[in-house]
C-alpha cells in the first residue's frame, strides 16, 4: 500500500480556491496515488497552533490570505526571496520534521511575464501596495527590470514596500491614484494587485499601447474590465489563473520531489473554469 502523504491550501475565505484541483490532478497524473490535497480554513491567528499539530503524513501546505506572513513567522528556515519579501505562500515539511517557508508567487510571476515576453530593462508600472505587490517587487528584480512605480491609494502603504524594494534591490517609485492612467499608458509592464473592481475605473482611461504586458492578479471574475480594454488595445494579457498555476507547479515540486506534469494541471485548471 502507498504510503499517505497530505497537502492543504491554508486561508480565509477558501472554498472558491482551485489550488484542490491542480495539485490533485498532478498527482493523478504523475502516479503518486498514496498523495492527497485539500482546502483548510484558517485564519492567520489560527495558523501556528493548526500546523503546530500537524502529523507526519503531511509533506506541505500552500498558504494564501490571510496568513502568508504568518506561514512566514512559523517556519523553522526560510529561502532568501521569502525573507526579502517578508511573505510565505508555500510551507515544506523536511525530513526532520521542520518546515521551512518559500515564496513560489515570485518565481510563477516570473515565469508568466518571461512567456509573455517581459525581458530586461522593462518598466514596470505596479497598481497596489499589498501582498501581491511585494511579490511584484521581488520578480521585477529577477527579471532585472529598469524600474518600478508603484501606484496605490495609500502612500503610507508604498512605504510598506520600501524594506522589500531594498531587499531585492529595486529602485522604487511612488505615485499617486489619481496619476494611474498616466504611469499604465507609459509602462512596459502592468501589475494590477488591487481588490476585484478597484481598477475597473481605470479601464477606458488609459491610452494603452500595443505590447505593453497586462498581468492582472485576479481571475474571478475574467476578463475584468482592465484586461478586457488592454487586450482591445493589443496589449498582452496575463491573468491571475495563469500565476495560480504557475506557483501551483513550484509548490508541487518542492512538496513531491517530483517534475510537475504542468499540461495536466494546466488541463483540469482550464476544466475546472470551464465547468
Not at 483548510?40 to 502568508?68: F, H, Q, R, Y
Request: some cysteine.
Amino acid at each position: 500500500m502507498a504510503l499517505r502523504r497530505r497537502a492543504a491550501v491554508l486561508g480565509k475565505p477558501i472554498a472558491h480556491s482551485l489550488s484542490p484541483v491542480i495539485h490533485n490532478a498532478g498527482y493523478a497524473a504523475a502516479g503518486l496515488t498514496g498523495w492527497s490535497y485539500t482546502r483548510i480554513e484558517c485564519a492567520a491567528a489560527e495558523l501556528p497552533d493548526l500546523v503546530a499539530g500537524l502529523g507526519p503524513e503531511w509533506a506541505g501546505l500552500s498558504v494564501t490570505m490571510p496568513g502568508k506572513e504568518a506561514a512566514l513567522a512559523v517556519a523553522d528556515a526560510a529561502s532568501p526571496v521569502a525573507a526579502a519579501v517578508g511573505a510565505a505562500n508555500t510551507l515544506v515539511r523536511r525530513p526532520d520534521g521542520s518546515w521551512y517557508a518559500d515564496n513560489t508567487d515570485v518565481a510563477g510571476m516570473v515565469h508568466v511575464l518571461t512567456d509573455a515576453g517581459v525581458s530586461a530593462g522593462a518598466a514596470v508600472t505596479v497598481l497596489g501596495a499589498g501582498g501581491t505587490a511585494r511579490a511584484a517587487l521581488a520578480a521585477a528584480a529577477q527579471l532585472a527590470c529598469s524600474a518600478v512605480t508603484v501606484v496605490a491609494r495609500r502612500p503610507e502603504a508604498v512605504d510598506e514596500l520600501r524594506p522589500v524594494a531594498d531587499a531585492v534591490g529595486v529602485a522604487l517609485t511612488p505615485a499617486p491614484w489619481a496619476d494611474a492612467p498616466r504611469h499604465l499608458s507609459t509602462a512596459d509592464v502592468v501589475v494590477s494587485t488591487v481588490p476585484k473592481g478597484v481598477a475597473d475605473p481605470l479601464a477606458g482611461a488609459v491610452a494603452w499601447r500595443p505590447g505593453t504586458v497586462l498581468f492582472d492578479a485576479l481571475y474571478d471574475p475574467w476578463p475584468t474590465p482592465l484586461a478586457t480594454a488592454a487586450d482591445a488595445a493589443g496589449c498582452r494579457i496575463v491573468s491571475g489563473l495563469d500565476l495560480l498555476l504557475a506557483q501551483a507547479v513550484g509548490q508541487f515540486e518542492q512538496f513531491t520531489g517530483v517534475v510537475a506534469p504542468r499540461a495536466a494541471m494546466a488541463a483540469a485548471l482550464a476544466a475546472a473554469r470551464a465547468g
